[in-house]
């Protein structure tokens, strides 16, 4: 049975905490932090008079009665013709800010349309639902993606009003199409642009290409649509709006909206007596046991939790956990656990909904499937299964906890992480810093190029079209004509015959080719990934997850771009280990510090999957892999510092140990560059040496594992001080001896992590932290 906490609001979620360590000994707590969150009070504001009546009415019918300041200000600023991207926090309202702007233009003009955007289907699900409970029948507001059926695309492109869809499919679906949407971009009156923080790196840099081919086309038929982004609180989101949409935006920042208080606590799982990782060093327990230890503990206090892991299988497993556990206590409250993940049905996805919210389901393990599009309120805690990479991420799943104003607990719970393990020792970092700004770079050629010939598939560009949009990018633009995509003319550019730019172009890849993952029993095509990646993604013998199901490779033929699988479902997981070797092309911007350069570069980086390691849920290593497979060289963008000799001899670091340390805060520098860059660890990588041949020095580089970058190094050679004084400080924050999964040690080192000098990275990084700051 559950157990009711007698306390007030303000206290709620301390008094939670209290009851999940309870029988713990103070000295082995491991919560390294407890914060505690004011409320905030609600701000409302009177409705805008250019609302129609007949909106305020049935927004009030669904219990709005005012709106907040900030869903006021943003909706204002969107009908009088402003661009505008409202940036407030999870569960804030920001759907009403462009709800009343647009559906009162659709009242007011029959003829007028609307085009709402969305990273994920769920979310955009749930929009469409809120519209048409809104809006009157003459909206016609309808979904148009890749499940919507041909004939109902049919009605869509000739009826809706107001489109719901998403990048990919206005990409694919809509823009090489568009003379069979003449009707709908002719009247395009508004752009809405959902969740935007999410469009950052290469997905980035590629929607905001595809948002300006649809402001070319719609001027081309006369309109000039306003774009209403919503974004999670973000650094500069007015600047970073801007680079999506390629116009000036308005950012409104200040929150309305009430939540109730917070206790935040940060927790460090202990490091494992009887378990050890690679060369024996020590690991902690995985955050996904952790946590379900925790959910249940929670639950038993009658708390409904929601717990985010960062995979699909962790998910399950940790959904799993905490069901056992709460068996031996009261059999009936195991059944009260589920788990979910993307790929569910929408039915499935409203039941869990409404489990949740009428309490028959007391927790929930999920991935970030439930981070987006999915109205769950009033839940009681929210864990964290490791830092889920941005702190808007982490404050959006934070967010679910508390929305009806009552006081709730927020836990993090630390991965075997670099960048984890910093941020338990630093709260700073993560709950006094504003949230990231998004990267995006969308100059970078290597996917500018296939939008240029897209656009140019879609209209002939013009030179003023491309100045305009596109900056002048005559090099590119020549390099397309000499590779036979485009053809220039004395009006402007044309696409070459037999060319197919849309279906070469997946915008969540970074312009490859694609490798086909195949399950050789039904032939059925499971997905795709990207042929630079394939080696390490899916080399043979590696675990692969789709949709939350477990597969092993057998075989992988790049030649012929396939991967063969079969159905298992092992207890063990692999990381493909890489060699890598850099070659500096071009440098970019150099600056000198005495003994020490910093540089932003242009590098050819060859990397070559060398092996794999299997390994336990515990992180314990089972087995070292050798593999034989070909060797990739990536160009693109790389931060790099060189040190002398002499200066790290002065710092401690005797010369045969000075690979060992360069390579550990390599190691260490790849896991927190996401500190400052919108980045995943799997999206960088890295390489050092004592003698670099380009140098002639000692050199660290950080690299972007994209061609052309993304945007994620220059991030770095501008953050360089505070990404490497984080770096420091969590190598030397970090319990263990000699290095581990947590400070120094790489799943993907290619030299299995050996030599690592955990000591000797701290003196190389306090050299340069000195030479710099000088």
């Known amino acids: 049975m559950t157990t009711s906490l007698p306390c007030s609001p303000g206290t709620y979620g301390s008094e939670l905490l209290d009851r999940v360590l309870a029988g713990v000994p103070g000295a082995q707590s491991p919560v390294t932090h407890v914060a505690q969150l004011p409320a905030r009070v609600a701000a409302h504001t009177a409705w805008p008079g250019w609302v129609t009546p007949a909106l305020v009415s049935a927004l009030g019918e669904r219990g709005v009665a005012q709106p907040w300041t900030h869903q006021s200000t943003a909706a204002t600023l969107a009908h009088s013709g402003q661009h505008v991207v409202v940036a407030t926090g999870t569960a804030s309202g920001k759907s009403l800010a462009y709800q009343l702007p647009v559906l009162t233009a659709l009242a007011q003009d029959p003829r007028a349309t609307a085009l709402y955007l969305s990273p994920t289907k769920a979310l955009g699900a749930d929009q469409l639902r809120s519209a048409q409970a809104l809006g009157d029948r003459e909206v016609r507001a309808a979904m148009f993606d890749g499940d919507t059926p041909l004939d109902e695309r049919d009605w869509v492109r000739a009826h809706s009003r107001w489109v719901f869809t998403n990048p990919d499919m206005l990409h694919r679906g809509v823009l090489p199409r568009h003379e069979r949407w003449v009707r709908f971009l002719r009247r395009l009156r508004y752009v809405v642009v959902d969740e935007c923080h999410s469009y950052r790196g290469v997905f980035g840099s590629h929607v905001a290409l595809v948002l300006r081919r649809l402001q070319r086309l719609c001027a081309r038929y006369g309109s000039e649509p306003v774009f209403i982004l919503a974004s999670a609180t973000s650094a500069d989101p007015g600047p970073a709006a801007s680079r999506l949409v390629g116009a000036p935006v308005v950012a409104v920042t200040e929150d309305g909206s009430p939540h109730g208080p917070r206790t935040v606590a940060l927790w460090e799982p202990p490091l494992l007596a009887e378990v050890t990782g690679e060369n024996g060093a020590p690991v902690r327990r995985p955050a996904g046991t952790e946590a379900a230890r925790i959910m249940s503990d929670l639950v038993v206090e009658g708390a409904r939790t929601m717990t985010f892991v960062r995979s699909r299988r962790g998910a399950e497993l940790t959904a799993l956990g905490a069901q056992r556990a709460l068996a031996q206590v009261d059999p009936a409250l195991a059944g009260r656990v589920a788990a979910y993940r993307a790929g569910y049905l929408a039915e499935d996805r409203r039941k869990l909904e409404r489990s949740l919210n009428d309490g028959t389901l007391l927790g929930v393990a999920t991935t970030n499937a439930l981070e987006l599009g999915v109205d769950v309120a009033g839940l009681d805690a929210v864990v964290v299964a490791g830092f889920p990479g941005t702190v808007a991420s982490f404050w959006q799943q934070a967010g679910r906890a508390g929305r009806r104003g009552e006081g709730s607990l927020v836990v993090l719970v630390a991965r075997d992480d670099p960048l984890d393990t910093y941020l338990v020792h630093h709260p700073a970092a993560l709950l006094d810093r504003p949230v990231e700004a998004a990267v995006t770079d969308p100059t970078n050629p290597y996917i500018l190029g296939p939008h240029l010939a897209c656009a140019a598939a879609e209209q002939p560009l013009t030179d003023a ?305 000195a030479a710099i700051s000088a």
């Not at 990404?723 to 290619?750: H, M, Y």
């Open 465 to 769: 079209e491309v100045e305009q949009l596109w900056g002048s990018p005559t090099e590119l633009l020549a390099e397309l004509c000499e590779l036979g995509v485009l053809r220039r003319r004395p009006r402007g550019w044309y696409l070459a015959a037999g060319q197919h730019p849309h279906q070469e172009l997946d915008l969540r890849g970074s312009g490859g080719l694609l490798v086909a993952v195949v399950e050789e029993s039904t032939g059925r095509m499971l997905g795709t990934v990207e042929s630079g990646q394939a080696p390490a993604q899916v080399h043979p013998g590696a675990v692969h997850l789709h949709q939350g199901e477990s597969y092993v490779v057998d075989a992988l033929d790049l030649e012929h771009g396939v991967a063969l699988v079969h159905a298992e479902d092992p207890d063990w997981s692999t990381s493909a280990r890489e060699a890598s070797d850099i070659a500096i092309v071009k440098v970019l911007e150099q600056t000198n510090h005495g003994e020490v350069s910093v540089a932003l570069t242009e590098v050819d980086v060859t990397s070559q999957v060398t092996g794999y390691l299997r390994r336990a849920p515990s992180g314990e290593v089972l087995e070292s892999v050798e593999l034989d497979m070909p060797a990739n060289t990536l160009r693109t963008r790389a931060v790099m510092y060189t040190v002398t000799e002499e200066l790290l001899a002065r710092a401690g670091v005797a010369p045969a140990d000075v690979p060992g340390s360069l390579h550990a805060a390599e190691h260490a520098a790849i896991g927190l560059l996401p500190l400052v860059a919108t980045c995943d660890r799997g999206d960088i990588g890295g390489v050092s040496t004592a003698l670099h041949p380009d140098t002639g020095l000692p050199t660290v580089f950080v690299h972007d594992g994209h061609p052309g970058g993304a945007g994620f190094a220059d991030r770095g050679h501008t953050e360089l001080p505070r990404w490497l004084q984080a770096t420091r400080d969590a190598i030397a924050a970090c319990e263990c001896t000699s290095g581990c999964p947590s400070c120094v040690q790489s799943p993907k080192c290619g030299n299995g992590n050996d030599p690592l000098d955990k000591a000797g990275a701290v003196r190389v990084l306090d050299a340069v932290l």
